[in-house]
């Protein structure tokens, strides 16, 4: 089933032929009228270029004034090999069909409401016979079953005709297509981006990345490059100002010679304040006491930390090089 892109919008355009599959555009006058477009010419010859199949209208109250634009068409540029001239269904739209047929250029007859009218197109040898199931549906119409109709009447009777699936207003139209065996199909652009998308998709896929991050990245290529670090001797009401700039809820205490006495959270801060009072904040950071601090080397891969939080229900835990502390590691860092 060929793909084809419904849209005068330039930024659509471009964004949607980058991905590669699409078998060609259509557009319309009303497309171009809302965009603002004021030369048409221009924008068809532009279109062409972009493309590798474009259909464009060729209007015309008589055959002969459809035939005459078509040819304009030409002469201005467009291929004849990758052009699709849209003729409106009606018996003067057929003979112009039968005309342009005659001389190998390509047609598509569309605004197709019954299977009478898609039967005439297919018999003046349209190339593509297009009927608007969206609009059929909107006047309550059953048009998934005048596409199969459509389709059944190719197959059977072996018309060198493709049924062009158009109008589609949402993601079920494409499964209609599908379904029936519609040999084109024309969509808008949003529902082009909808085609590959599945909430499940996304759920695993996501899982994939976090999966692999875990046990490719190493703790210290996603750890914070800032080092939360006070020594013993500092003040408790410096290390809260120190921890808020740093931006961590808690900061590491070293002595001396840069080794880990201890890591000093917001929670041990609300504690210490419930048991003592306010006169804590005239404590150094020497007078407290400290649990054994989490650690992970910075050279263990993710997977490492991720279990290490599980397992004990932290959200931080000490990054280590060599046994000497260089920051924290928090659990959304992962």
């Known amino acids: ?3 084809y892109l419904d849209s005068a919008d330039i930024n659509e355009i471009e964004k949607a032929f980058r991905f590669g599959l699409l078998d ?3 557009t319309t006058p009303s497309f171009m009228h809302r965009h603002g477009v004021t030369d048409i010419d221009g924008l068809i010859l532009k279109l062409a270029k972009m493309v590798p199949v474009l259909m464009v209208e060729a209007l015309g ?9 078509a040819h304009r068409l030409l002469d201005l540029g467009l291929d004849k090999n990758t052009s699709v ?4 269904i009606s ?4 003979k112009a069909c039968k005309m342009l047929r005659n001389e190998d250029i390509l047609v598509n007859v ?8 898609a039967y005439m197109a297919m018999h003046a040898g349209a190339t593509y016979v297009c009927p608007l199931v969206g609009r059929l549906q909107d006047q309550g119409h059953d048009a998934i079953s005048l596409v199969e109709q459509c389709v059944n009447a190719v197959n059977y009777y072996g018309y060198d005709t493709k049924i062009m699936f158009s109008s589609i207003r949402n993601i079920e139209h494409v499964r209609n297509a599908i379904n029936i065996g519609a040999h084109n199909i024309t969509v808008p652009y949003k529902i082009l981006r909808q085609m590959t998308e599945n909430n499940f998709t996304t759920i695993g896929t996501e899982q994939f990345y976090e999966h692999t991050r875990l ?3 190493k703790v210290k290529d996603t750890m914070s490059s800032i ?4 020594t013993a001797d500092t003040d408790l009401q410096e290390a809260l100002v120190k921890m808020s700039e740093y931006g961590f809820g808690c900061i590491i205490i070293v002595n001396g010679k840069n080794e880990t006495r201890g890591v000093f959270t917001d929670g041990d801060l609300r504690r210490l304040l419930q048991k003592e009072g306010r006169d804590v904040l005239k404590y150094k950071m020497s007078d407290l006491e400290y649990n054994i601090p989490l650690s992970v080397e910075s050279d263990e891969l993710l997977f490492k930390a991720n279990d290490l939080f599980k397992m004990h229900k932290v959200d931080n835990l000490l990054v280590t090089e060599n046994g000497k502390p260089i920051g924290l590691l928090d659990i959304q860092d992962i």
């Open 1 to 3: 089933m060929e793909l």
């Open 24 to 26: 060609g555009l259509t």
């Open 61 to 69: 109250k008589t055959a002969e004034e459809v035939h005459k634009e």
């Open 85 to 88: 001239f849209k003729i409106p």
């Open 91 to 94: 018996m003067e739209g057929i």
């Open 110 to 117: 569309h605004l197709v409401y019954t299977l009478q009218q």
């Open 215 to 217: 046990m490719t990245v």
């Open 227 to 230: 080092n939360p670090i006070v």
